[in-house]
C-alpha cells in the first residue's frame, strides 16, 4: 500500500491543478482501497486503445493520463514521420468529458506545433478512420469508450492509413509515452493551428458509405420497412441520413433513444450484442411490422441486426450470423460482375466464425484470419495493396465493406444489412432466410460468447491465473469429443494433443489460447483489451440437410454449448 500511496503523493504536485489534487487528498483519507486501485498500474493500450474509468490516477482516464498519450504520441510522430507540417484529425462521441477531452488532445499536439482538425461535435468513429485518409493525416485520435459503462472513456489511436496503430508504431508511441513524466505535458495551445471541421467532411463520408454499401440498382430500396436506433450514440449523425441519400424512406426511429446522452438511460448497457439493448427497436418493429431493427454502439463502429425468423418473429443476429450473410452478398455480387479474379480477399479473426472462411473458399477468394481486432483486418489491407478487399468482420458485431474506411463501420454495413434485406425480400426470401441457406449449403455453425468480469489489480490476478491453468493443464476432451490441437497465441505454437506434433503460429503473439477438436467444435479463451473480463467463445457445428429441420438443429447446438460451459465450471 505504501508505493501505491507515494505514487499518488505525486499527483499532489504543481503538475497538477487543484481539483486533481483535492480529489487524491480525499481518496488518501477516506478510501485507501479505491486509491490503490487508481495507482496500481498506469492505463495501458489494449486491443482497442486506452479504456477506462474517468477519475483522478494513473489508472483512469483523466487529462493527464490523455495529455501524457498525447505528448507520446507527438514526440513520436516528429521523430519518425519526416513532414514539414504534421497533422492529425480529432473526433469525439457522446460520452461525459468526451468534448473537453478531444480539446485538451488538440491543445497538447497544437502545442508541439502540430496541426490539429478537430471536428466540431460528436462524430461516428468511422468517419474519423475516413477522415484520416481524406484530410491527408499523419494520425488520427477518437475519444471513445465504444459500449462500456457511462463511467468509462477513451482513446484510440490511428495511424496515417485510416487504420488503428499496430505494430511497430503501437510499440513506438507506448514507449514514448511510458517515458514521460507528466510534467513534460505541453498543454498550452497554439489556436492558430486548431481548425474546426465538420459538413464538408461528413458529406463525404456518407457518399462514401453509400457507394460502398448499396452495391444493385435494381433493388426496390422504398419496400423495406426499417427500425433503427442510435442508442443515445453518435450514429444519429450520420445513419438516418445515409439511408435516404440510399433510397431507403420506410424508416423509423426510435424517438426515446434519438438524443445523444452519455448516461444511456434507457438500457443498462449501449451494447448492440445485447437483446435489452435493442428492446425498445423490437417492440417499435412488432407495432409497425417492421422487417429489420438496426442498432448501433454509441460511437457507432457496431451493429446489432434483428430480422424475423421462420415464424415471423423478431430475432437478433450474432455478429458472426450477419458477418456470414453479409460476406455471402458481397460475394454473390462480386462474382455476379464478374470481378473475382484470384486477386481478392475477404478478412477475420482467430475467434470469428470459420464459416465465414468455408463460403469464400466457395467463391475460391483467400480468407486471411487477424489477431482480434479490427486493427489487425486494416493491417491486410496495407500490407497486401495488390489485392482487393471485399469486405470483413468479427464476431463483435463489427464489418467493414471495403477500404475506404479502415475500421469496423456501421453506417456503410447498415446500408450493407439493408441492402441484403430488401434484395431478400423483393425475392420472396428474407435475411433470416438467407442465412440458413447458408447453412444448408455448409455447415449450421452456432456460436457464443460469455464474458467473466474480474475487476481490480485481484480481479486481473485471477484473470491471469484462469488463462494459465489452461495453458499449463490443457484439457484434453471436451462433451465427449477429444481436443485435437491447442493454439497458444502466446507462445505463437500449435500443438496436437494427440501426436504431440508442434507448429508455429506466423501471428503477433496475443494472450489468446483455442481448443479444437477434429469435429471443429471450439473454445477460445483471451482477456479483454479494453475491460476487466475474460472471454470465452464457443463454437459448435453440424450438417443441416433442410431448413425445416433447423429449429431442432440449432437447439442440438445450443444444448451442446451449454454442456460444455457446464463442463468447464464456467457457468
Same mark, same amino acid.
Given at each position: ?290 422487417? $429489420?431493427?438496426? &442498432? ?7 451493429? +446489432?441486426?434483428? @430480422? *424475423? %425468423?421462420? /415464424? ?77 478487399? $471485399?469486405?470483413? &468482420? ?7 465493406? +471495403?477500404?475506404? @474506411? *479502415? %475500421?469496423? /463501420? ?89 501426436? +504431440? ?71
Amino acid at each position: 500500500m505504501k508505493e501505491f500511496l507515494d505514487k499518488a503523493k505525486q499527483w499532489l504536485t504543481s503538475t497538477f491543478d487543484t481539483e486533481t489534487q483535492a480529489e487524491i487528498k480525499d481518496l488518501i483519507k477516506n478510501n485507501p482501497d479505491a486509491l490503490a486501485d487508481r495507482f496500481y498500474k498506469d492505463m495501458e493500450f489494449g486491443t482497442g486503445g486506452m479504456r477506462g474509468v474517468m477519475g483522478a490516477g494513473t489508472n483512469r482516464i483523466n487529462k493527464y493520463t490523455l495529455g501524457r498519450a498525447t505528448q507520446g504520441l507527438s514526440n513520436y510522430l516528429i521523430e519518425n514521420v519526416q513532414k514539414e507540417q504534421l497533422s492529425v484529425v480529432i473526433a469525439f462521441d457522446c460520452r461525459h468529458n468526451s468534448k473537453k477531452f478531444a480539446k485538451i488532445v488538440a491543445d497538447v499536439l497544437s502545442a508541439n506545433k502540430i496541426k490539429v482538425f478537430l471536428f466540431e461535435d460528436l462524430r461516428a468513429t468511422p468517419e474519423l478512420s475516413f477522415a484520416v485518409r481524406h484530410l491527408g493525416c499523419d494520425a488520427g485520435i477518437v475519444l471513445t469508450a465504444s459500449h462500456n459503462p457511462p463511467e468509462y472513456n477513451g482513446y484510440k489511436v490511428y495511424w496515417a492509413d485510416g487504420g488503428q496503430i499496430v505494430p511497430p508504431h503501437d510499440g513506438g508511441i507506448i514507449n514514448n509515452v511510458n517515458s514521460l513524466d507528466f510534467s513534460e505535458i505541453k498543454f498550452t495551445a497554439n489556436e492558430n493551428l486548431i481548425e474546426f471541421i465538420g459538413k464538408d467532411v461528413d458529406d463525404a463520408f456518407i457518399n462514401g458509405a453509400v457507394k460502398n454499401g448499396c452495391l444493385s440498382d435494381e433493388i426496390d430500396r422504398k419496400r423495406l420497412k426499417i427500425v433503427f436506433t442510435s442508442l443515445h450514440g453518435t450514429s444519429i449523425i450520420s445513419v438516418p441520413e445515409a439511408l435516404a441519400k440510399a433510397g431507403y424512406s420506410d424508416v423509423h426511429i426510435v424517438e426515446e433513444q434519438r438524443i445523444p446522452d452519455g448516461d444511456f438511460p434507457t438500457v443498462k448497457s449501449p451494447n448492440p450484442e445485447e437483446p435489452e439493448a435493442l428492446k425498445m427497436a423490437t417492440e417499435l418493429a412488432n407495432k409497425i411490422g417492421a422487417d $429489420i431493427v438496426i &442498432g448501433t454502439d454509441p460511437d457507432c463502429d457496431r451493429l +446489432g441486426v434483428a @430480422v *424475423r %425468423d421462420t /415464424d415471423g418473429n423478431m430475432k437478433l443476429m450474432n455478429g458472426n450470423q450477419t458477418m456470414v450473410v453479409m460476406t455471402e452478398f458481397l460475394l454473390k455480387k462480386w462474382k455476379e460482375e464478374g470481378k473475382i479474379n484470384g486477386n481478392q480477399f475477404i478478412g477475420s479473426t482467430i475467434v470469428s466464425t470459420e464459416l465465414v472462411n468455408d463460403i469464400a473458399s466457395s467463391y475460391n477468394v483467400e480468407t486471411k484470419v487477424g489477431l482480434t481486432g479490427f486493427k489487425w483486418i486494416a493491417k491486410m489491407v496495407r500490407d497486401f495493396p495488390d489485392l482487393d478487399f $471485399i469486405g470483413g &468482420g468479427e464476431e463483435s458485431f463489427g464489418y467493414m465493406v +471495403g477500404e475506404f @474506411v *479502415r %475500421d469496423k /463501420d456501421a453506417v456503410t454495413a447498415t446500408l450493407l444489412a439493408c441492402e441484403v434485406a430488401a434484395y431478400a425480400k423483393q425475392n420472396g426470401s428474407s435475411f433470416y432466410k438467407e442465412l440458413l441457406s447458408i447453412y444448408t449449403q455448409n455447415s449450421f455453425y452456432k456460436e457464443h460468447l460469455i464474458s467473466i468480469v474480474k475487476k481490480g489489480m485481484n480481479g486481473a490476478a485471477e484473470i491471469q491465473q484462469m488463462l494459465s491453468d489452461m495453458r499449463n493443464s490443457p484439457l484434453t476432451e471436451i462433451d465427449g469429443e477429444k481436443i485435437e490441437t491447442l493454439s497458444d497465441y502466446q507462445a505463437s505454437t500449435r500443438k496436437n494433443l494427440i501426436t +504431440g506434433e508442434v507448429s508455429s503460429i506466423d501471428l503477433p503473439k496475443s494472450n489468446v489460447l483455442i481448443y479444437q477438436t477434429a469435429n471443429g467444435t471450439r473454445i477460445a479463451a483471451r482477456p479483454s483489451g479494453t475491460e476487466p473480463k475474460i472471454k470465452f467463445y464457443f463454437s459448435v457445428n453440424s450438417t443441416l440437410d433442410s431448413i425445416t429441420d433447423s429449429k431442432k438443429t440449432e437447439k442440438a447446438l445450443d444444448d451442446k454449448i451449454q454442456r460444455i460451459i457446464k463442463e468447464m465450471k464456467l457457468n
